[in-house]
């Protein structure tokens, strides 16, 4: 698995195999953001410091930002869509990824930091 692809999937950095939330499942509202304390499969702390995954906050927005300019470009330039109808489009489309983007932006910025070793 390449480093996208096991970010996608929200899995462990250094080995891409353990998984980094309880719950994978980022709809599952009540367990987002509960994240395991250590990798099953490498051991690995997800917690590397106290506030670590603030910065993860930044990746968050990013994405928010860039889903937003690819739709409004997206139906702006090839739909008959009105401004206004593309607007509405991205605030469902906020709502709708909020959640995975929570949990995909602390994958990101935990892979930021954590190489990933051949070995594990
Ligand atoms: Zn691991």
Sequence with gaps: MNSV?????????????????I???????RQLNKMN??????????VIEPGF???AAYVSYALQILTSIVIF??????????INQILIMICISTIVMTPYYVVLSRS???AFFVPFDKEK
């Design 37 to 46: 304390k250590c990798c099953s499969n490498c051991n690995l702390k997800f």
């Design 23 to 29: 719950n994978q499942n980022p709809y599952a509202l």
């Design 5 to 21: 692809l096991s970010t996608l999937k929200l899995k462990c950095p250094k080995c891409r195999k353990g998984n980094l939330f």
């Design 73 to 82: 470009n997206l139906f702006f330039w090839f739909t008959p869509f009105t």
């Design 53 to 55: 995954y603030q910065g």
């Design 108 to 110: 990101v910025w935990l």
